[in-house]
């Protein structure tokens, strides 16, 4: 087993993508912009980095996306005009992962798929575990968030880890699907995985979902990982090489996750919050 450091203190979120599902929404604005009721996906991500002691977190961002960066920065304007009114409750969490995290940026200048995305951002992680999530996978976790119980899963393995869910045999076709040997009645040892397989050709029905720990030796593995399917470079083939050495876990989280880079499942985590919000 190689010896990476337990601490993860950052997490990369991949943020370059245009969003096409969600066309017209995402053609002038962000994907990971879109609120779920007053609050944009990707705070939600990074409340849930902030849960699990990440702090450092960085985004591969691209051409149109410069609404992240100013969502993350200071507007003295606006601090200025709600100062002292009911309204500055409105920006406490906000305020709260400003004071916690840092934010760094680099961009992913020609769109090669979510392997090169992740690539992209060797920059801003260098060489130590990390995590990461896309944050059109909106998840709450049961007891603790999801990222924050891949964390511990991490200190026992000390390998990459994948979030996974079991999806209808029917939709195998929308993820990365892996094949494992039980550990526990959450955690697999992943012995094979493959992005997208149609229906019937699908090792399993435990899809990714959004959310992973990888450990550094996946920059030199991307480098060296061909594109496949639809010309991308897949995250997914470069953690089947890792895989094949016994250095990948998947985990059965416990929580919900909902698919908010579709219009359903966008439309179903709204209903999912609002039913558990109060407003004033
Ligand atoms: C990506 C990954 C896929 C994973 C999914 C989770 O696909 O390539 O393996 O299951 O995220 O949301 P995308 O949704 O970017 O097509």
Redesign the pocket.
């Given at each position: 087993m190689l010896a990476y450091r337990v601490m993860i203190k950052k997490c990369l979120f991949p943020v370059a993508g245009y969003g096409t599902r969600f066309l017209p929404a995402t053609k002038a604005m962000p994907k990971e912009m879109l609120p779920v009721l007053n609050k944009p996906l990707v705070q939600y991500g990074v409340e849930e980095a902030l849960e699990a002691g990440l702090t450092e977190i960085g985004f591969v961002t691209g051409r149109g996306k410069r609404a992240i960066e100013d969502h993350f920065d200071l507007s003295y304007e606006l601090e200025h005009q709600i100062d002292g009114t009911g309204k500055e409750k409105l920006l406490g969490d906000i305020r709260n992962l400003m004071q916690q995290c840092t934010f760094s940026y680099t961009r992913q200048s020609t769109m090669r798929g979510?392997g090169h995305g992740i690539q992209s951002g060797q920059t801003l992680i260098g060489d130590e575990p990390f995590a990461v999530v896309?944050a059109d996978?909106l998840c709450f976790g049961a007891q603790t968030g999801v990222l924050a119980q891949m964390v511990a899963v991490f200190k026992q393995f000390r390998c990459s880890v994948v979030a996974i869910e079991e999806v209808p045999e029917t939709d195998t076709d929308k993820?990365?699907v892996i094949a494992g040997e039980a550990i526990t009645e959450r955690i697999f040892r992943v012995t094979d995985m493959v992005?997208k397989p149609p229906p019937g050709e699908a090792p399993s029905n435990l899809?990714?979902?959004?959310r992973y720990i990888l450990t550094p030796d996946i920059f030199e593995i991307l480098d060296a990982t061909e594109p496949s399917r639809g010309g991308e470079v897949?995250?997914?083939d470069a953690l089947l090489t890792q895989a094949r050495r016994g250095a990948v876990i998947a985990y059965r989280f416990e929580g919900k996750r909902f698919d908010c880079?579709s219009v359903p499942g966008f439309v179903e985590a709204t209903n999912y919050c609002y039913a558990r919000q109060e407003f004033d």
């Open positions: 979510l896309l996978d993820y990365g992005e899809s990714i979902v959004g897949q995250i997914t880079g």
